[in-house]
């Protein structure tokens, strides 16, 4: 999920994962531990449009 050109989580993991695309292309380095409030924000976002349905159950993230 992006919610700008330098963010993005991914959330089919069950370790959140962020990553600054413009310093960090490859996703190399999660930047999630430094970043609570965002990762945080993402949760919220991700819970807020998810549609429960059996085929795609939303994960527990664990930080």
Known sequence: ???DST???KSGNP???LYNLER???E???V???NPKKVEELREVIAQA???TPNFP??????
């Open 1 to 3: 999920m992006e919610t």
């Open 7 to 9: 963010k993005k989580v």
């Open 15 to 17: 370790i959140v994962e």
């Open 24 to 26: 960090d292309a490859q």
């Open 28 to 30: 190399q380095f999660n």
């Open 32 to 34: 999630a531990e430094g």
């Open 50 to 52: 998810h549609l429960e």
């Open 58 to 63: 939303l994960l527990t993230i664990q930080q």
